[in-house]
C-alpha cells in the first residue's frame, strides 16, 4: 500500500505540548444536563484528561433505542467548556450536525466509523467544513479496509483540514470474541506506518464493549505509541442509556489512567543505545537470513514444481505437508517458540509454494 501525503500542522490541538498522550473521556451519550456537568466536574479531577466527550447524535444499530438528545445537548458541552476548561468534542455524522457544532463552538469533531464507511458522507462533511480551522479525528470504518480510513482523512485534508487525527475503534468481523470490535492490532500497526505523522487515539471502549478489558488494551495501545485514549466515562454507568457496560466512572478511570505504564516513545532521541544499535543490528542479519532462506525455498519448490509437471503430479501433496507441518511444530515446541505464530507462518510458506508451484504447471497464479 502505498503512503500518502497528509499535510498537517506541525502542533495541534490534537497533540499534547509534551508529547503526553492526549486523553479524551467522557460519557458514550449526553444524557441531560446534570448528568453531563457532573461527570464533567469529576473527569477535570482526572489527572492527565484534557477533552471531554459526549455523543449528540447516536448512530444505533436498530431504531427505538435512545439515538441521542440532540442539539439541545451542545449547550451542555458549552457549558462544560466555560465551567471546566476542558476542550469539548463531539460526533458529527452529516453536514446538518457539522453546522449545529460548529455554531456551538465545539472543539474537537469526531467522524464516527459507521460514517468513515460511506465516502459520499464524508466528503458532504469535508465540503461542510472547508475552511474551518477545526481538528477532526476520524474512526476507523467498521470494516477492517485501511484504504476506506485514508481515504476518509484524505478527503478531510483536501478540504483544508490540517489538524486531523485518526482513532482505532477496533472493526467488526464474523467472530469478535472476547470483544465487541477486533482490535487487529496489526492494521493499527500499519496504519501508523503508512500515515506516522498522524496522531492516532485508541477508544479502548469500543473494542471492549465491557469494563473489564479496557485496560489491557489502554496499555496495549500505549505499548504501541498510540498518541492518546478514548475512554468512555460516566458519573453513574448502571443507568447509562447507551453502552452500559462499557463505561467507567471518573473514578474507575482515575485509576485505570494511574495503572498505565507510558513508555517513552522514540529511543533513537537518546545518545546512549550502543546495546539496542547492536541487537537492532543482529535482528537485521537474522532478516536477511531468512530472506536467502525463503528465496532458496522459493527456488526449490519451483524445481519440484516442474518435476510436478513433468510427471503429471498433484500440486497440493497433502500427507507431505501435514508430515512437514508436524516436524516443524515438534521442533517449535522444543525451542519454545508459540505454536500459533510458527502455524501461520508455515501455513503462509506453504500457500506461497503452491502458488509458486501453480504458475509452473498452469502458467498463472490462484488467487
Ligand atoms: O513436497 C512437495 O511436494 C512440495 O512441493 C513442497 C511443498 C512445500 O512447499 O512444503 C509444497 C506443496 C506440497 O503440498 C507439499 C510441500
Redesign the pocket.
Known amino acids: 500500500m502505498s503512503k500518502p501525503t497528509i499535510d498537517l500542522l506541525p502542533t495541534s490541538a490534537l497533540i499534547n505540548e509534551d508529547r503526553s498522550p492526549l486523553i479524551i473521556a467522557g460519557p458514550c451519550s449526553a444524557e441531560s444536563e446534570e448528568q453531563v456537568m457532573e461527570t464533567a466536574r469529576l473527569i477535570k479531577e482526572v489527572p492527565g484528561v484534557t477533552v471531554y466527550r459526549a455523543g449528540i447524535w447516536k448512530p444505533r444499530t436498530r431504531p427505538n433505542s435512545f439515538e441521542g438528545i440532540g442539539v439541545p445537548g451542545l449547550k451542555w458541552l458549552k457549558r462544560v467548556k466555560q465551567e471546566t476548561g476542558l476542550k469539548v468534542a463531539c460526533e458529527v455524522a452529516n453536514t446538518a450536525q457539522v453546522f449545529e457544532a460548529l455554531k456551538a463552538g465545539i472543539d474537537i469533531l469526531w467522524i464516527g466509523a459507521r460514517t468513515t464507511v460511506n465516502p459520499f458522507t464524508v466528503q458532504e462533511i469535508a465540503d461542510a467544513l472547508r475552511g474551518v480551522d477545526i481538528p477532526v479525528l476520524v474512526k476507523n470504518p467498521v470494516n477492517p479496509d485501511l484504504q476506506l480510513w485514508l481515504g476518509a482523512i484524505e478527503r478531510l485534508n483536501q478540504a483544508g483540514l490540517k489538524q486531523l487525527g485518526g482513532i482505532h475503534r477496533g472493526f467488526s468481523t464474523f467472530d469478535n470474541a472476547p470483544y465487541r470490535n477486533m482490535p487487529k492490532w496489526n492494521s493499527a500497526i500499519e496504519f501508523k506506518r503508512l500515515v506516522p505523522e498522524l496522531p492516532l487515539i485508541c477508544d479502548p471502549s469500543h473494542i471492549a464493549g465491557n469494563r473489564e478489558l479496557l485496560q489491557p488494551i489502554a496499555q496495549r495501545a500505549m505499548d504501541l505509541a498510540f498518541e492518546g485514549l478514548m475512554i468512555e466515562t460516566h458519573v453513574d454507568p448502571s443507568v447509562a442509556l447507551s453502552d452500559a457496560s462499557q463505561q467507567v466512572t471518573p473514578a474507575d478511570l482515575k485509576k485505570l489512567l494511574a495503572s498505565l505504564r507510558f513508555s517513552k516513545v522514540d529511543p533513537e532521541t537518546e545518545d546512549d543505545h550502543y546495546q539496542l544499535e547492536e541487537m537492532r543490528r543482529n535482528i537485521d542479519q537474522l532478516d536477511k537470513e531468512l530472506m536467502e532462506v525463503f528465496a532458496r525455498?522459493a527456488r526449490l519448490?519451483r524445481k519440484?514444481?516442474e518435476y510436478?509437471k513433468e510427471h503429471n503430479m498433484a500440486?497440493?501433496?497433502?500427507k507431505?505437508?501435514d508430515q512437514?507441518l508436524e516436524d516443524i511444530l515438534e521442533k517449535a515446541n522444543k525451542e519454545g517458540l508459540d505454536e500459533k505464530f510458527v502455524r501461520s507462518i508455515f501455513q503462509t510458506?506453504?500457500h506461497y509454494?503452491?502458488n509458486i508451484?501453480t504458475e509452473i504447471v498452469n502458467g498463472k497464479a490462484d488467487a
Open positions: 525455498r519448490s519440484i514444481g510436478k500440486i497440493l501433496q497433502v507431505r505437508w512437514i510458506v506453504h509454494s503452491i508451484q
